[in-house]
């Protein structure tokens, strides 16, 4: 079964910038789509980038505005979210969501079936 370990978070000053890891477990990402999700309180999961099995990435406009990156070591079973230019915006717990392929990945967290724990991303001065 997969199973999905996140980390990097914690607290960080605006304009500044971080790095989550998604280590996979159980499936090796030749197989998998991996989605990041984010949740601020009091609002609902959104999704931020996803990447497939083929490497081949999407990000939320929404979200973003070009500040997400993923990224992924194949090597290392891990899949990575670079966000810059923090902003309080940006604190929420980000979730990584795995799946079996469906060779295109998706942004919508009821698409997958495997999650992670969640790390806490704090955003302040």
């Known amino acids: 079964q997969l199973q999905l370990v996140e980390s990097g978070g914690g607290l960080v000053r605006p304009g500044g910038s971080l790095r989550l890891s998604c280590a996979a477990s159980g499936s090796t990402l030749d197989y998998l789509d991996i989605g990041w999700f984010r949740q601020a309180p009091g609002k609902e999961r959104e999704g931020v980038s996803c990447i497939d099995s083929r490497g081949s990435t999407m990000v939320s406009v929404d979200s973003g505005n070009g500040r997400f990156t993923i990224s992924r070591d194949n090597a290392k079973n891990t899949v990575y979210l670079r966000i810059d230019s923090l902003g309080p915006e940006d604190t929420a717990v980000y979730y990584c969501?795995?799946?079996?392929?469906?060779?295109?990945?998706?942004?919508?967290?009821?698409?997958?079936?495997?999650w992670g724990q969640g790390a806490q991303v704090t955003v302040s001065s």
């Open positions: 969501a795995g799946r079996t392929t469906r060779r295109l990945c998706s942004l919508e967290s009821t698409r997958y079936e495997y």
